[in-house]
């Protein structure tokens, strides 16, 4: 009786078998998922994203609540007063008290040890609209008796600076996503077109583009403000500086664009297709452009983080929104001294936030550059 012993399948073989039929999203997805970077990025952005949609339900409390200017943030305890270990977690008040403090002359604040606040989740609050239709007054966390709780403290006019940073990264997140979209609808289409035909629409089209690059966006930013009037609304004003960073933006977008486009006008496929008869917006928009999206996409994740960075910058120099709206830039305008942020520190916290989104949609990109080239 004769064994006969089968050569050992080629690991070449076993690959194309597993992963030979997955689509093209497929395979960005698989190789997305060993970046752990890439998915740490979008866990974040995702966190991001949930946060700013349900906003009020996140905030502890409400926004424009005013208390105890400057008071500073509410220590999350398991011991009572007495020392006694609870599992139930609580927060003291901050109260003031009849001393002055010897160099803000300010009265000094203390936490109120009879009065404790127990917390909890999915309590009830302040009253909002769940995605602006439906009234409700859960929210994720807070006291169980629905009163105030400030666990980063409170800000010059006594609102809570957590429950403003977590509505503030809806003006700021909104910002991003909309200036982004229309940087990249128009700088991709100007990059499609102008790559694709070339000659003189090309020339004059990349005279105009270098024109815009070349404006000095600082300046130009602080001399538009000046034609708002003050006393301009709020919608008006916000609409006026998404279409300036817009402006701005879309250039370097188009740049890019022009260059992947130029290279590849000159593949064999695009040449089969003009040699068919195809149309140019077929080719442009069947052949030409699905294969710059992958570049598209990756650009967009690394663009978000620089618009969000932006607009803290102008909101800190007071040319980005204005109240009542909130954003993270507005609320670091009251950081713009020293004897502030060494006296009440936690002002600062909008940074952080700043800082962790920039991270997320910087991780969410890397790994996103890697993984649209799977091959």
Not at 57 to 85: C, L, S, Y
Not at 170 to 188: D, F, K, P, Q
Not at 293 to 320: D, Y
């Amino acid at each position: 009786m004769q064994i006969q012993i089968k050569p050992p399948v080629p690991a070449v073989e076993i690959t194309q078998s597993k992963h030979g039929n997955e689509s093209y999203s497929a395979l960005v997805w698989r190789r997305l998922k060993r970046s752990w970077t890439g998915m740490i990025g979008l866990v974040l952005v995702c966190m991001l994203l949930a946060m700013a949609i349900f906003a009020g339900f996140f905030a502890p409390v409400d926004p424009m609540q005013t208390e105890i200017g400057f008071a500073p943030p509410e220590a999350v305890r398991f011991f009572d007063k007495d020392g006694n270990f609870n599992l139930r977690p609580r927060t003291y008040p901050i109260t003031e008290t009849d001393e002055l403090d010897p160099v803000t002359f300010q009265p000094v604040v203390g936490p109120d040890y009879d009065n404790p606040r127990r917390l909890g989740f999915f309590v009830k609050g302040f009253e909002y609209k769940l995605l602006g239709i439906i009234p409700t007054d859960r929210h994720f966390f807070g006291t169980i008796d629905g009163q105030s709780v400030h666990l980063l403290g409170t800000d010059k006019f006594g609102r809570d600076v957590l429950s403003r940073a977590i509505y503030g990264s809806r003006i700021s997140l909104m910002i991003a996503l909309i200036v982004v979209s229309i940087v990249t609808v128009v700088g991709t289409t100007v990059g499609l077109v102008s790559g694709y035909f070339g000659g003189r629409f090309d020339a004059w089209a990349q005279r105009f583009v270098d024109l815009v690059l070349a404006f000095p966006q600082l300046p130009l930013y602080l001399a538009l403000s000046s034609l708002i009037p003050v006393t301009a609304p709020t919608s008006i004003f916000l609409g006026f500086v998404i279409i300036v960073m817009s402006a701005l933006g879309w250039a370097q977008m188009s740049r890019e664009v022009r260059g992947k486009t130029l290279a590849l006008a000159r593949i064999e496929y695009v040449r089969a297709a003009l040699a068919v008869g195809a149309s140019d917006k077929r080719i442009i928009f069947q052949h030409i452009f699905p294969n710059v999206m992958s570049h598209v996409i990756v650009a967009v994740t690394i663009a978000i983080p620089q618009i969000v960075l932006l607009e803290s910058f102008l909101g800190f120099l007071g040319f980005a929104v204005k109240p009542p709206l909130i954003s993270w830039g507005l609320m670091l305008q009251d950081t713009a001294t020293y004897s502030v942020i060494g006296s009440y520190p936690w002002i600062l916290t909008p940074v952080a936030f700043v800082l962790l989104t920039v991270f997320a949609f910087n991780a969410l990109g890397d790994g996103l550059r890697d993984a649209v080239d799977p091959y």
